[in-house]
Structures are given as C-alpha cells and as structure tokens.
C-alpha cells in the first residue's frame, strides 16, 4: 500500500506508472488493430466469401494496416531511449556574450521571453541569482523553472543565441549582432548526486548592489566551491545566509549532476548523431533578426516569419516542437542502426 512506503519510493513508482501507462494503452491498441487485420485476412482468404464482400474488406484492409504503422511508429517513440532528466525541473542561465550592452540587453529580453514561455505552460520561475547591467537588461541571470517537464522542453535552448537589430543607442541606425548564452540544467536532487560536506569550502561575504540598509552590513552572501571539481556556485539574493546557502546548494547540485552528463553523452556520442538535445552551449543554435522579423533555429535549418510572438514567448513551442521531433527521429533512427 502507498502509506507503507517511503515517501520518496510511492513518488518515484508513480512516475514509472505513469510513464509505462501510455506504452501499456499503446500495445492494447496495437493488439486490436492486429486482430481486425487477422480477421480481414481470413474473411478475403475465404472461399465462401462473396466477391462485394471480398472487395469491401480489401478496401477496408488497407486503412486498417495505415492504422497498424503508425501506432508501431508511436509504440517504437515511447520505446526510443529517453533522457532520464526530462521529468526534471530545470536551472536557467542566461548570460550575455559579445556586444557588449546590447548583448546584456538581449540577455534580458531572453529572460523574459523563458519567463513568459513559463507562464503559458503553467511553470514556476524563480530568480536565484541576478547580475544587472547599468543600461537595463542582465549580464547574468540564473532561475529554477519548476513545473511538470520542464528539462523535457527547455533542454533545446542551450547553447548561443544571436540577435540582428539597431541597438537603442545607436544613433546612425546601423544594425549590430550582439549574443547571449543561454545554459539548461536539469535540477538534481539529494537523491540524483551525492555531495559529500568535506569537499566543500563555504565563503560567506558582504552581498552588493542594491537592497538598502541591510547590504553591505552582513555577511549573508555566499560562496560555494566544490574542491575536487572547482566548480563554484555563489548566491546573494536573499537577506538570509541560510536561504542563499539552500539556493547555492541547489545549483551546485544541478552543476555537478550535468557534468556528469555531459561525461556519459560523450561516452555515447559515437553512438549517436546529431545530439539536438545535448546541451552544447558553445554552438550557436539561433538567430534573432529585428529588422527582418525573422527567427531561424540552425540546428534543423527551421525559419519563422513571427519574432515578434516567438520572443514574446507565445510561439516558442512553434520552435521547440519541431526539435522534438527531430530529436525522436534521429533516436529511431539510431535504433535502428542499432538493431
């Protein structure tokens, strides 16, 4: 019964019934359709079938077997290896690249449009981390985006995005290319990646920038370094050193869990082409132009006419759908070579 186990046990049996549910519903229709094709074939096989009857059945046969493929087709995509960070919530992080405060700007405007992308799809964001830059927009920002699927989705953001357009302080209207990097982990928890308390080293400091009397009269920013890896994680958000240290933890945990990743993908990238998903932040994945109210993702050679409502956030999903099922055709593919 779900009262005598473990919290954390019942949440993850519930997740793997859900997940197996639709491949369980999948084959059952499979099943089905198999035996209306049965059934076809020994009514045309039948000598005492009449001929109208005969035709009717052969006509019918033909749908029946369109039925059959592509319910094969969807059994074998619930089938295709999945990454077990899809169900997970996600970290965000968004930084902005050359160009200067053009590019910070830009940064800012792709925050936005993720937080909007969130809203729609019924997420959470929330800012764990925020570096502004004195004309508007963010050198950094870093959030949890939590909600059902996030990593699933978001995953296809990471990498270099590049906008086209006439920056607001250009006075001779010349059109600049500014970029912004923009990294998707997936949230890990204590259970995913064990982080042993002696290979850390904890700095507490003065938090800076705005925030009133409180800034700069306790150390309750902190600095986390992960001493085997060198991985540091800092957060100065909160008035509390206790809640920046759980919001420290949380994206050390989340770095560490993709670096561990991004090992295991490269292990298995020779078995793999094009890897849309991976998570490669130093290719430039899209491009944003203003003066042409074009979107094109380079990844899949993919063209929008609508910039507007794609950076608003409403028509991302008219981008990540396509590299979805690009993804899924390349994990077929591969097993297939696989097979």
Known sequence: MAGQLPPETFVALSREYAELSP???????????????????????????????????????????????????????????????????????????????????????????????????????DVLSASESEMGGYKEIIASVSGQNVFSRLKYESGVHRVQRVPETEAQGRIHTSAATVAVL????????????????????????????????????????????????QCQDEKSQHKNRAKAMMMLRAKLYDNERQTQDKARAADRKGQIGSGDRSERIRTYNFPQGRVTDHRINLTLYKLERVISGEDLNDLIDPLIAHDQAERLAAMGEGA
């Not at 042993?196 to 800034?215: M, P």
């Not at 992960?226 to 991985?231: A, E, L």
């Open 186 to 233: 997936p949230e890990a928890q204590e259970v995913d990646i064990h982080v042993d308390e002696k290979d850390l080293r904890v700095d507490t400091y003065r938090s800076q920038g705005a925030g009133g009397q409180h800034v700069n009269t306790t150390d309750s920013a902190i600095r986390i370094t992960h001493v085997p890896t060198g991985v540091v994680v």
């Open 23 to 125: 491949v369980v519903e999948g084959v059952r229709a499979w099943n089905m359709v198999r035996d209306e094709l049965a059934g076809l074939e020994a009514l045309i096989a039948d000598p005492a079938t009449d001929t109208e009857m005969r035709e009717m059945a052969h006509d019918e046969r033909g749908e029946v077997q369109a039925r059959m493929a592509d319910l094969e087709n969807k059994l074998l995509i619930l089938l295709a290896p999945k990454d077990e960070a899809d169900r997970k919530n996600a970290i965000l992080e968004v930084r902005a690249g050359t160009g200067g405060d053009e590019a910070a700007l830009f940064a800012g405007d792709l925050f936005r449009m993720y937080q909007n992308y969130a809203a729609v799809q019924g997420w959470k964001v």
